[in-house]
């Protein structure tokens, strides 16, 4: 019997995108519901009754939530084809550290940039350019965060990739001035067919952000 996975999200998540490149890697068939977060449905609210949040994968009925939790269900899951994390328990430890710290700061910079104008605005580029550059030194010369080959990091971080025009948009700045090898980085990770099929388009991420912006009173 073949799996059952759904997928319920929303086109400008960062954290849904992250769970579509994973799943692409993986070359996983999957259906696609997608979710109004102003009205949340039911199946939302019953597979995910803590925190009420997209993304929800559903596999067979049993719904797994959070999206770094949800890549690494399915990289377990799915383990014969393209692994995202690495054997050696060490390299998965320092993978996980790395997923996590993005997970805990980078969403909020960002946000932080958008939502703000003037010095605060400014503070606020500067805390999110010293965050990629610290990333950036963990990348070096490396194709991927995990050496050769595109991985657990990467399905972590590209995804923000899709908000960086957004960002220096609205915050009126370059990120490949300050960080090139971040954005060489992000360049690779586009010629995946996983990663340029399941990031949405820059424009449409930056018109979903100017939305919020003035939901917010910002112009």
């Not at 383990?79 to 320092?94: F, G, M, N």
């Not at 606020?124 to 657990?152: A, M, S």
């Amino acid at each position: 019997m073949a799996d059952e996975i759904i997928l319920l999200d929303f086109l400008p998540s960062i954290f849904g995108m992250r769970v579509r490149v994973a799943l692409a890697e993986k070359g996983l068939k999957y259906e696609y519901r997608e979710q109004d977060l102003w009205n949340k449905s039911p199946l939302l609210l019953e597979m995910n009754p803590v925190h009420k949040k997209i993304p929800v994968l559903i596999h067979n009925g049993k719904p797994i939530c959070e999206s770094t939790i949800i890549v690494q269900y399915i990289d377990e899951v799915w383990k014969d084809k393209s692994p995202l994390l690495p054997t050696d328990p060490y390299e998965r430890a320092q993978a996980r550290f790395w997923a996590d710290y993005i997970d805990k700061k980078l969403y909020d910079l960002g946000k932080k940039i958008t939502l703000t104008k003037g010095e605060e605005q400014d503070t606020r580029k500067r805390e999110f350019l010293d965050f990629l550059k610290l990333l950036e030194g963990e990348l070096g010369d490396k194709p991927f965060f995990g050496g050769e080959n595109f991985g657990f990091v990467d399905v972590s971080l590209v995804a923000f990739s899709s908000r960086f025009y957004a960002y220096e948009s609205f915050g009126n700045f370059s990120i490949e001035a300050e960080c090139p090898k971040l954005i060489a980085w992000t360049k690779r990770c586009m010629e995946r067919e996983s990663v340029s099929s399941s990031l949405l388009d820059p424009q449409k991420v930056h018109d979903f952000v100017a939305g919020m912006r003035r939901r917010h009173g910002v112009e």
